[in-house]
């Protein structure tokens, strides 16, 4: 089986550039969706629902 070669410098930048973005489009989303329970969660309640969540409750 032949072997892939490596990305060039213009790949590398392409796929850096892709994932900065995707990764501003979590944040932004993220953002959204806390802002739109500020009111109602506070913020120790948020970081138990990480904590259980991580565990898989």
Same mark, same amino acid.
């Given at each position: !089986?032949? @072997?892939?070669?490596?990305?060039? =410098?213009?790949?590398?930048?392409? !796929? ?21 329970? =500020? ?8 970081? !138990? ?5 991580? @565990?898989?409750?």
């Amino acid at each position: !089986m032949p @072997r892939p070669s490596p990305a060039s =410098e213009s790949d590398a930048e392409a !796929m850096v550039t892709a994932l900065l973005t995707a990764s501003r489009l979590l944040v932004a989303v993220s953002a959204r969706s806390l802002a739109a329970v =500020e009111d109602s969660l506070t913020l120790p309640q948020f970081r !138990m629902l990480v904590v259980l969540d991580g @565990r898989g409750h």
